[in-house]
């Protein structure tokens, strides 16, 4: 690697070859700086012991993760309070296997709930949530080696390094090492992530696929300042093999229209398809009402609800199935769904100072882009800057006739539930707080004789659009 570099003509002042003012440069030189770091973390209380396989963790793992990053931990090892964290550590291992880090992976345990938040030197301001977008983390493997975030943390910050540029794979890397900055007492860095070069599948270069590495295209016969100018067409320069193309731009996607129009199921796929994170803004609301009948508080108090929703943890986590929505730690996604929850829901949006509360919360949840939302306000209130709003509308009886058919209901009671959807569109309409209404740079879609495949269709080619237009 270091003798492709130097024909790259990258040049550097310190390193394992030159020496320097923080040698040594190899991490296996560095152990004890390493173990150090490790007995602090332990002794504060931020990590335990972890017996779970990688095997054990992909197969128990309920929610999709990029290739190249780690599952969301389940938590079967995981004690149980972080403050006593240490002292239950001891007390299930005994002192003699807590001496060292050999044998056992050791996890980072990471504060629930908790939002990351930094701002990226090229990618701009970022939010990740702790335990939804990332779980508990490895910070020493059982074969007695210190794990990479453990490692680049600890070497940063002994070598008083104040940028690091890296792939943007290793975005949410940065918010795990952010946590063990902050845990180990040190001021974090400043980050660079680069935009990943892709073939025209959008898969990464990389060796596991047998990417072009600078090697590759030096036997090819590419110069370096072919390489470094990025002028020349890898399809001419090696025929079997595609030319490379950037990374497509993350865009923020906003979904509104009333309801039965076909929203929530066409921004969980659109999500899917994409590699994007859906933000159900709806669910927030439904667990919302769900939490104010479970604590018998009168939809009409709005002093109340917000008290409840300032109090409350509700997350949304993405599986493969779509998203599980979880309130207070436990998973409410089918009773939420309920009808009682759902006139709920309506009932409570309508309150200025819920939706204030609620939007704050999106938005925070939705920075950095790579993310579909979907409600009534999302494109007007919620992200008025967004790079593509939709207003998702079909013809009232069609709406009403989907509805009926997603419940599995007849007779009295679909009349019923055809009413209630009446007058939760009459709400939505007319009510002072962000009333429902399609923004002025929104793409209108009437979904009435459409298929969902070909209002999917439509949208997608709208989403190819947005990401060819360059940006300043």
């Known amino acids: 690697m270091l003798e492709d570099l130097r024909w790259l003509g990258i040049r550097w002042d310190e390193g394992p070859d030159c020496g320097g003012p923080y040698a040594p440069y190899t991490q296996s030189e560095r152990r004890e700086h390493y173990l150090e770091a490790w007995r602090r973390l332990r002794d504060s209380g931020w990590i335990y012991p972890c017996t779970c396989s990688r095997k054990d963790v992909a197969q128990a793992a309920g929610a999709p993760n990029d290739a190249d990053d780690e599952p969301l931990y389940s938590g079967k090892c995981r004690p149980e309070k972080s403050p006593l964290l240490a002292q239950q550590t001891r007390e299930k291992w005994g002192t003699q296997r807590f001496e060292a880090p050999a044998g056992l992976n050791w996890r980072f345990r990471v504060p629930d709930g908790e939002i990351i938040r930094f701002t990226d030197l090229h990618l701009g301001p970022q939010c990740m949530t702790a335990g939804r977008d990332f779980g508990d983390f490895i910070v020493w493997r059982r074969d ?233 306000d999302i494109g007007t209130k919620v992200f008025p800057d967004a790079d593509l709003k939709i207003f998702l509308d079909a013809d009232p009886v069609v709406r009403e006739q989907r509805r009926m058919a997603q419940q599995k209901i007849t007779g009295e009671v679909a009349a019923s539930v055809a009413a209630e959807l009446r007058e939760r569109d009459r709400r939505d309409r007319m009510r002072a707080a962000s009333p429902l209404e399609a923004s002025a740079d929104a793409v209108t879609i009437d979904s009435t004789s459409m298929s969902e495949e070909e209002v999917l269709a439509r949208i997608e080619e709208l989403v190819k659009r947005k990401q060819s237009v360059k940006v300043s």
Not at 222 to 248: F, I, K
Not at 250 to 261: E, N, R, T, V, Y
Not at 328 to 333: A, M
Request: hydrophobic share 40%; net charge neutral.
């Open 144 to 376: 007695d080696v210190p794990a990479y975030q453990l490692a680049v943390v600890v070497d940063d910050a002994a070598m008083h390094i104040t940028e690091v540029v890296r792939g943007a794979d290793l975005l949410k890397s940065t918010a795990r090492q952010i946590l063990l900055y902050r845990a180990l007492g040190i001021t974090p860095t400043d980050f660079y992530h680069c935009d990943l070069v892709r073939d025209e599948a959008g898969v990464r270069l990389a060796k596991r696929h047998d990417g072009l590495s600078i090697r590759k295209l030096r036997q090819m016969g590419c110069t370096p300042e072919q390489v470094r100018a990025g002028v020349y067409n890898l399809a001419s320069a090696m025929n079997d093999h595609p030319s490379v193309t950037p990374a497509p731009r993350k865009l923020i996607i906003a979904i509104d229209g009333p309801a039965g129009a076909g929203k929530s199921t066409l921004a969980s796929r659109l999500a899917r398809k994409l590699g994007y994170v859906n933000l159900e803004s709806g669910a927030m609301y439904r667990a919302l009402a769900l939490l104010a009948i479970e604590k018998d508080a009168s939809f009409d108090d709005e002093a109340a609800l917000v008290r409840l929703a300032e109090g409350a943890s509700i997350q949304l986590e993405p599986t493969i199935g779509g998203n599980r929505t979880l309130l207070d730690g436990v998973d409410v996604s089918s009773r939420i769904r309920e009808r009682d929850v759902t006139e709920g829901a309506s009932r409570v949006s309508v309150h200025p100072k819920v939706r204030e509360w609620m939007v704050a919360q999106q938005r925070a949840m939705g920075v950095g882009g790579g993310v579909v939302m979907e409600g009534r």
